[in-house]
């Protein structure tokens, strides 16, 4: 019985090339059609198997470095097992979630920039695959034997690919600790390009270096690094606007935020845009309309935004009543203006949050995870010294609520994907808004 002709139909996997797949397929990273084959179905019939990037192919045919798979169970023997922990970029912060593989072919490299990436099949066609679990821990049976087995870790634009010396067949072999980890600088692998600008309430430039990204790929528009810092100057708000003389990674005062977040050009040159709280909108100040429409359209190509306490404007519009805002004019973006109502905000000490585990399909999984990190101390439970309340609720056919405090149930944190009117399966980009 010979595998559906569709798996085995090449195609044009170039980002804009027409899909000439047959209906409910889609053109793979290799240029096969694959959608319906799976690794652990029989789409491919008798004689066959599917590859974990959804080709089939004969079970006596391989290339690279699967003839190096040996078949283990044949001996009475346990699987050739890589065993590790993923950490963040600081070695110390184990990472769930994160996707660890051996590939079978080159990596090709990241296009720059904000992309439409939809939960696009991993590059490198490969062998076996796995995810970290909340633990940050992963299992890899199957892998092959032998000297400078390639082993990639990847979230994103995160990647990171080392070479384990030697992997012996038929057992464990544990990846240290120093080499699961996520990269620090470009030596290391790849990292997002991101633009953070600073704020008068929030150090968030501080938890990227916490983070651990190395402070020789931080600096501000213009220099070759993979962070870029930027000062709102005409905010009353602004926050850090300069680099200590002898700061490694750069040197003298931020570009202006303006000058990134009010050209759509500018913005979709870096993957990520981190805005710090301002302790205010200052909308007329330094946040026009056309700021808000360039970061929607940045949104909406795929960019990923994370937006702090009063940078709400970007979705609620100049909410009239906030600190620091100017009534006149009333910037908004109407496609998200109906995600979240909101108040005028108040400010708490010592409240707690509650991670949703209910509506929230990784709500379980989030929870575990913080308790094995130490950041909650009881299951599901965040406690949160300053928390800000500026949100009593979110539109849930358009956002994703993650956390909410405790007694009043207003919304800590929540996201959602644009463009937010399309199809699900058509939204490329995500927007983070945090009151935490």
Request: a negative charge; glycine letters at 10%.
């Amino acid at each position: 019985m010979p595998p559906p002709a569709a798996c085995m139909s090449q195609c044009d996997p170039s980002p804009g090339a027409a899909n000439t797949c047959p209906q409910g397929y889609h053109c793979a990273p290799d240029g096969f059609c694959d959608a319906v084959c799976t690794p652990t179905g029989n789409e491919c019939g008798d004689g066959y198997v599917c590859t974990p990037d959804g080709r089939c192919k004969g079970e006596d045919e391989c290339t690279g470095l699967e003839c190096q798979v040996v078949n283990c169970a044949a001996q009475g023997k346990p699987d050739t097992t890589l065993k590790g922990t993923v950490y963040a970029p600081n070695g110390t912060l184990p990472l769930y979630g994160i996707q660890v593989y051996v590939p079978n072919e080159a990596l090709p490299p990241f296009t720059e920039g904000a992309e439409c990436g939809r939960c696009a099949d991993l590059p490198g066609a490969p062998i076996v695959q796995t995810t970290t679990d909340e633990a940050g821990n992963f299992t890899l049976p199957g892998v092959p034997a032998g000297s400078d087995i390639p082993l990639v870790i990847t979230s994103g634009k995160w990647r990171r690919q080392i070479k384990i010396s030697t992997v012996a067949e038929c057992t464990d072999t544990q990846v240290a600790a120093a080499d699961s980890r996520l990269p620090k600088n470009r030596t290391e692998g790849d990292i997002p390009r991101i633009a953070l600008s600073t704020g008068n309430a929030d150090s968030l430039e501080c938890l990227l270096r916490r983070m651990g990204i190395a402070d020789e790929e931080i600096g501000t528009a213009g220099d070759d690094r993979r962070v870029h810092l930027y000062d709102s100057k005409d905010s009353p708000g602004r926050g850090v606007p300069k680099f200590d003389a002898n700061f490694p990674g750069g040197s003298g005062n931020f570009a202006d935020s303006k000058t990134f977040w009010n050209d759509v050009n500018k913005l979709k040159a870096y993957d990520m845009v981190i805005l710090s709280c301002e302790g205010g909108q200052y909308s007329s100040a330094n946040k026009p309309q056309d700021a808000l429409n360039a970061m929607k359209d940045y949104a909406d190509l795929g960019g990923r935004v994370f937006l702090s306490h009063w940078h709400n404007i970007w979705i609620s519009g100049n909410y009239k009543a906030s600190p620091g805002s100017i009534a006149n004019p009333n910037p908004v973006i109407q496609d998200w203006k109906d995600i979240a109502t909101w108040t005028n905000g108040q400010n708490f000490s010592q409240k707690t949050d509650v991670i949703d585990e209910t509506s929230n399909p990784k709500g379980p999984s989030f929870a575990t995870w913080m308790v094995n990190v130490m950041g909650s101390t009881v299951r599901g439970q965040i406690p949160v010294k300053d928390a800000r309340i500026t949100s009593t609720g979110i539109n849930t056919a358009k956002a994703e609520l993650w956390t909410y405090e405790l007694d009043s149930h207003a919304p800590q944190n929540f996201q959602f994907t644009t463009p937010v009117n399309a199809p699900a399966d058509q939204r490329c980009g995500k927007v983070v808004y945090s009151d935490m």
